[in-house]
């Protein structure tokens, strides 16, 4: 089965550090992935999306994420921490066609110290 | 333009009984999908409905189902309510495909079974 592995269910930076969010993806076929972001008490947001274009995808709130094929991974990363980028996020894959519902990964909690 | 609305917010039920929840989908949007988030489960997939037909659906016992009307909104039933059906059960919804156009989450409905 298609599966999303997040490494780390809680990670700890301090404010203006690098920020870097593990995912890897078990897949036979090319993959659509996904980062999304919940803040408490709130629905996902959208934070990014690969779709076989190019590899290195940016997305809102200055976070990136870079398809590597050959290590199956989607890393999201951000440069510089934001007391404001606590919360958790969650990678997510799907195969496309009437087969497209999203399997998410565990999330991992991103929290920011001042 | 107003997102994905879930109605309601919050809902507590007894065990045994049944729950209707509703999703309004972005104007625009023919693709609904419900999932359900636990602590311990993370994010599972329920089912998809596009224009009005079931198109993809998860691994979830028969107590749940779901429908979509003509206008594109959605609800999701479930029948004789166990404790373990305590969750925030979160609609999205796409134009079309999660590949061409991701999805958009509402807030979710907390549904505690007691």
């Known amino acids: 089965a298609q599966s999303v592995t997040q490494l780390g269910s809680h990670v700890s930076v301090s404010e203006g550090a690098l920020v870097l969010l593990r995912c890897n993806y078990s897949?036979?076929?090319?993959?659509?992935l996904f980062w999304y972001v919940q803040y408490p008490n709130q629905g996902l947001q959208l934070l990014l999306k690969y779709t076989s274009a190019a590899t290195l995808v940016k997305g809102i709130n200055g976070f990136e994420a870079e398809f590597k094929k050959s290590e199956t991974s989607f890393h999201l990363t951000k440069p510089s921490a934001h007391m404001s980028d606590a919360a958790e996020y969650f990678c997510?894959?799907?195969?496309?066609?009437?087969?497209?519902?999203?399997?998410f990964g565990k999330g991992t909690k991103l929290s920011v110290k001042p | 333009k107003a997102g994905v609305t879930q109605t309601p917010r919050y809902l507590i039920k007894t065990r045994g009984q049944q729950v209707t929840l509703s999703c309004s989908p972005i104007s625009g949007h023919r693709s609904v999908s419900w999932y359900q988030q636990t602590p311990g489960q993370g994010l599972q997939f329920l089912f998809e409905y596009f224009s009005e037909t079931q198109r993809n659906k998860g691994n979830f016992p028969g107590r749940f189902s779901g429908r979509q009307f003509s206008n594109s909104r959605s609800e999701m039933n479930v029948s004789t309510l166990e404790l373990g059906d305590s969750a925030l059960y979160l609609c999205?919804?796409?134009?079309?495909?999660?590949?061409?156009?991701?999805?958009?989450f509402g807030s979710g409905t907390r549904l505690t079974v007691v």
């Open positions: 997510a894959v799907t195969y496309g066609g009437s087969q497209g519902n999203l399997i």
């Open positions: 999205a919804s796409s134009l079309g495909t999660a590949t061409n156009y991701g999805y958009t």
């Open positions: 897949s036979s076929v090319p993959p659509y």
